[in-house]
């Protein structure tokens, strides 16, 4: 089954992008062009997750995946004192600061809906499946991926029965999808420094590497396949598709460029990348409380989104964001292919193969 992402005719993923980025029409519109992409069900409940899990059927034959965030352990770290330094921006917008709280995102229930739709691939971020959800996926057929962001973490997914390891580097965008989420986190490595221990697991393991992590053209995606990985998982270099549901004020500062990108807890409590704003100046002191951060500051992002206000939203991107194209999901596929085809075209005029 694990040939669903290993013979794929385009190795290039469009990777799971929760909060209403991903959507069916990106999923469809990814498979058909031959690509794989994954639905996330991240913030979803189960009735909205199983729905776009129907809509993305009605929309293509195609299998394709799914992601779901594996719930980690109940914060400890008090959200008290930044709930109240956040409430003067959510005044300014008019709103009320959100209720801090610890939730699993309804995994279960999710993993079951998972269970009896047969998704072909299941991949996790934040953890990994129990040994019982694993072997409920695979009685079904489901392959089963494991996000991972260091060795340790890969070793651990291999033993817990995953069947294929999404490597993501540090340049990703959004959340860093590592298991625990201490205080005092680093920052991760970069791709190009995780590959080759990574390699080394794979072959150990016999397991496929996708490799994830600011890559937004197709040399990057003709490079990771040269070290070693099957296939490319990239998120931001489809954030400016029409198929995605990236709001306006998000599409125009990832287009203008001028920002920086950082990692932050300051919107959820889980260390982030995204876009330079005020919001994520003022709050470099957010607590490591994930999901309890996320809830409060809901309202907050909720507003900026409809008021249009790019300062207090959160504008998600991996460090290599400028390279993004403004074109439908398959033209940026057919793009990224061409631009692959082209860096082995020239590494082969540069290094011919023997006769
Ligand atoms: C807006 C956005 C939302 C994301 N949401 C998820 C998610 O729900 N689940 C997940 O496993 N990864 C998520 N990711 C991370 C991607 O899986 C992937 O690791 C990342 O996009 C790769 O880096 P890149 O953005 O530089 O291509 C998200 C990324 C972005 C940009």
Not at 16 to 31: D, E, F, N
Not at 276 to 304: G, L, M
Not at 316 to 323: E, I
Request: proline share 7%.
């Amino acid at each position: 089954m694990v040939g669903v992402i290993t013979k794929l005719a385009v190795p290039i993923i469009v990777a799971p992008m929760a909060g209403g980025v991903s959507t069916p029409a990106l999923v469809a519109g990814a498979v058909a062009a031959g690509a794989y992409a994954f639905l996330p069900a991240g913030y979803l409940t189960p009735e909205a997750f199983r729905e776009q899990v129907e809509q993305t059927k009605a929309l293509t034959g195609k299998p394709f995946g799914v992601n779901l965030f594996t719930p980690g352990a109940r914060s400890t770290a008090d959200t008290t004192g930044y709930r109240d330094r956040v409430r003067a921006q959510a005044e300014r917008l008019g709103v009320d600061v959100g209720e801090p709280r610890w939730d699993d995102d309804h995994y279960a229930a999710k993993v079951d809906i998972v269970v009896a739709a047969k998704i072909p691939v299941v991949s996790f971020t934040f953890g990994l499946p129990s040994a019982e959800d694993v072997r409920r996926l695979k009685a079904v057929g489901s392959t089963v991926v494991a996000t991972v962001t260091t060795p340790a973490e890969a070793r651990a997914a291999a033993e817990r029965g995953a069947d294929v390891l999404c490597v993501q580097g540090a340049a990703a965008g959004a959340h860093r999808g590592a298991f625990e989420n201490d205080a005092a986190y680093p920052g991760g490595a970069p791709l190009y420094d995780l590959l080759p221990a990574m390699r080394v697991i794979g072959t150990e393991t016999g397991l496929p590497l996708i490799a994830a992590g600011g890559l937004t053209h197709g040399a990057d995606v003709a490079a990771v396949l040269a070290a070693g990985a099957v296939a490319a998982q990239l998120g931001t270099a489809f954030l400016l598709c029409p198929e995605a549901g990236t709001s306006e004020a998000h599409r125009k500062a990832l287009v203008v460029a001028e920002r920086e990108t950082t990692l932050t807890r300051a919107f959820t409590g889980r260390p982030a990348r995204g876009l330079v704003n005020s919001f994520i100046a003022e709050h470099q002191d957010a607590p490591n409380a994930y999901p309890d951060v996320h809830h409060v500051t809901k309202p907050v992002r909720v507003a900026a989104g409809r008021a249009g206000d790019p300062e207090a939203m959160a504008l998600w991107a991996g460090q290599a964001y400028p390279l993004a194209v403004e074109a439908p999901v398959a033209e940026v596929i057919g793009i990224l292919t061409a631009q692959a085809r082209d860096a082995v075209a020239a590494l082969t005029r540069r290094w011919p193969v023997a006769d």
